[in-house]
């Protein structure tokens, strides 16, 4: 960005309005202003080294001050103070390299006292032995003993000038005294200004009973925690595991809900994607800390093999689960990240999470319909993608039930023309996102989501490279999720809608369920759904009773009864699909009977709507198809001779039995 410069003998009050001002006089440079702390560590060092030769040689001489030559021993600690700054300068010690004080500076410091000695040894014998020998090898020991103790007093004074006030924060007891744990309490105790006093800790280890981190003290574990909140005066609990389960925290959460203290968390591991825990990432338990918290290992080498440096593609990327893998997508460098949707707003707020600027100006920023197959062939040849990530479609199974064509034209008929476009165009690898209705299907979104299955298999037979979907369940957090309409009906005063009381759902937050999709995309398979451990099943009214609970006023819980093509309880993997496990403990790998693409000329979104969903249901469970078996049409839906759909031509994959691997 261009700044204006203002006239020479402007001042920044008489700027025009609309005018840019001058920039600020430059600031010394930064070697200027480091340079008198660096020299004040090396004088003090140099003073300390003085004092260990001083000392040693004493000792040497029994105390007898006499008999120490104080014109040689300072000679010697002149030249020793040489050589240590020199070597020092060398390991780090005065060029910025460490902070102050810090395991890696008193490494340093050591490897310095190391070569320092013995030099200092030579110099003596060249200059005629002006102290004793053996008190230049205790000198060495006790240099380093005194610069680490000035090191540790200064950082200690430090430490208690930033610590804040146990009057003027919340004082908390910190449940996990791991790593999370040291990092959190570090964050509170290096701020005057903290909204957070750690008082003490809780942890299930027995060994850790007598520990203290940064002073504060494990007073006992989990169950203990009433005590320990009554004994210190505690305001709240805070849960600092960043790999607590959703089970642990709901344990937690019941021991200190009878406490009248207020419950905080640290994010998952998978929110914070390695960086440390700091004050601001202190929150209070969501809905989905309880619901589908959970580790998520992800073997780094293999996911960033085939994204750092490539050309990605998301589809849907407005939507929750293509938004949140533009995200993290984006961390692994991707030579080019290009995100459509139709949603030119959907596109804005992801450009905006990413860069913070939303200003549309980007070419990677694709508006465009996956049923428009002219328009895909003209994003693919523009950006050329090596890696596809598929996840527009539409979700809400009530209103598929009702509109079967838009599943058809949507999910199936898009989903098809994502998978011929990225044939044609050479795509390495290609990970279409399902749903667990597509196992055992029962409804029109089941149906449409199972049939992409077949059809990414079948594309899978036809590529170069791998082609595979991903299959999970519900997404916490997402537009439309059960948590985000509990949120809107407690806001509007209730009821709180549930169709059954004993309907229970498979929940995972948005960042768990993309973070796996990414590995996902990272295993070889062939013409495989790659399904997802959710964990175990939640009950529906067990969620909406705990979110009733937690409204400030009474809100009333009723039930509806099951909808249209709606399951009490859904499942992951169908009757014919093992859990099977070779290459990830958190991805199921499920064969997929391919379904030829030509197929699809048979089906017409016009036809009646019971007639297209019993179509619908028969592709999504036929046999495996092709071009070989031509497949009679089980309903007045299928018109022979005849393709309504005026989207689709010649398909460009067929099913290829007995593919060499």
């Known amino acids: 960005m261009q700044v204006r410069r203002a006239a020479p003998d402007a001042t920044a009050g008489d700027s025009a309005p609309g005018e840019w001002r001058s920039r600020s006089p430059r600031k010394a440079p930064w070697l200027r202003a480091a340079l008198p702390g660096r020299a004040a560590r090396a004088g003090v060092d140099a003073a300390a080294l003085g004092v260990a030769l001083l000392i ?17 021993l300072l000679v010697l600690s002149m030249f020793a103070a040489v050589v240590h700054t020199v070597a020092g300068m060398r390991f780090g010690l005065y060029t910025g390299r460490w902070s102050y004080g810090c395991f890696e500076e008193i490494a340093a410091l050591a490897k310095t006292a190391a070569v320092t000695t013995p030099v200092v040894f ?75 006093v750690p008082v003490a800790l809780l942890d299930d280890d027995p060994t850790k009973r007598t520990l203290r981190v940064m002073g504060v003290p494990v007073a006992g574990d989990r169950y203990a925690m009433a005590d320990v909140v009554r004994q210190y005066g505690a305001d709240a609990v805070l849960i600092a595991i960043p790999s607590a389960s959703a089970d642990l925290v709901r344990e937690l959460t019941e021991l200190a809900e009878p406490l009248n203290v207020d419950l905080k968390v640290v994010p998952p591991v998978v929110e914070l994607f390695g960086r440390t825990v700091s004050v601001e990432d202190i929150r209070p338990v969501s809905h989905a800390d309880l619901l589908g918290r959970r580790e998520i290992g992800i073997d780094l080498a293999a996911v960033a093999g085939y994204l750092e440096g490539r050309r990605v593609l998301v589809t849907g990327a407005g939507g929750s689960i293509g938004s949140e893998l533009c995200r993290q997508v984006a961390r692994f460098h991707p030579a080019q990240l290009v995100m459509l949707d139709r949603d030119e707003s959907g596109l804005h707020a992801v450009q905006l999470s990413l860069d913070g600027r939303g200003m549309l100006d980007d070419r990677n920023l694709v508006v465009a319909d996956i049923r428009d197959q002219q328009r895909l062939d003209e994003v693919f ?31 199936i008929i898009g989903t098809y023309q994502i998978l011929q476009t990225a044939l044609r165009h050479g795509v390495d690898r290609l990970v279409n996102i399902s749903t667990d209705k597509a196992a055992e299907p029962v409804s029109v979104l089941g149906y449409s989501k199972r049939i992409t299955e077949r059809l990414t298999a079948a594309a899978d037979e036809a590529a170069h490279g791998t082609f595979c979907s991903v299959r999970f369940g519900n997404v916490l957090g997402s537009r439309g999720s059960v948590l985000t309409a509990f949120a809107a009906q407690v806001e509007a005063g209730g009821p709180i809608t549930v169709t059954h009381p004993e309907m229970t759902r498979y929940f995972m937050t948005v960042q768990e369920a993309v973070r796996l999709v990414i590995q996902a995309g990272a295993i070889d398979s062939s013409s495989e759904v790659l399904v997802l451990d959710m964990g175990e ?14 409204a400030e006023r009474h809100i009333q819980i009723v039930f509806t009864g099951l909808r249209p093509g709606e399951k009490l309880a859904e499942v992951l993997l169908g009757p014919n699909e093992p859990d099977h496990r070779p290459q990830h403990p958190l991805i199921s790998q499920a064969p997929v009977p391919p379904l030829d693409g030509a197929v699809l000329s048979l089906m017409d979104p016009t036809a009646p709507r019971q007639d297209l969903i019993a179509v619908l249901r028969w592709l999504a469970e036929s ?32 099913v290829r039995q007995g593919r060499q691997l």
């Not at 006030?165 to 570090?186: D, K, L």
């Not at 040849?381 to 599943?407: D, G």
């Not at 099943?537 to 937690?550: E, K, L, Q, S």
């Not at 089980?634 to 994959?653: C, K, Y």
């Open 122 to 196: 030579v110099l003596d014998t060249l200059l005629g032995r002006l102290v004793p020998r053996s008190a230049i090898i205790g000198a060495g020991l006790i240099a380093l003993v005194l610069t680490a103790g000035v090191r540790y007093t200064v950082r200690l004074l430090n430490d208690q000038r930033l610590r804040p006030s146990p009057e003027a924060g919340t004082r908390v007891v910190v449940m996990g005294a791991g790593e999370g744990a040291t990092q959190v309490i570090r964050a509170m105790l290096r701020s005057p200004f903290s909204p957070y």
């Open 537 to 550: 099943p939640v009950r529906i009214h067990d969620v909406a009773r705990r979110i009733a609970a937690a």
């Open 56 to 72: 040693a040689t004493l000792l040497r001489h029994d105390g007898d001050f006499y008999r120490v030559d104080l014109s040689g």
């Open 623 to 654: 046999p495996a198809l092709s071009p070989a078996r031509e497949a009679p049409a089980p309903v007045p839906a299928a018109r022979s001779g005849r393709n309504r759909l005026g989207v689709l031509r010649q398909p460009e994959f067929t």
């Open 381 to 411: 040849a523009e950006h050329r993608p090596q890696v596809v990530f598929h996840a527009a479609a539409l979700k809400h199974l009530p209103l598929l039930e009702m509109h079967p064509s838009e599943a058809l034209k949507t999910n």
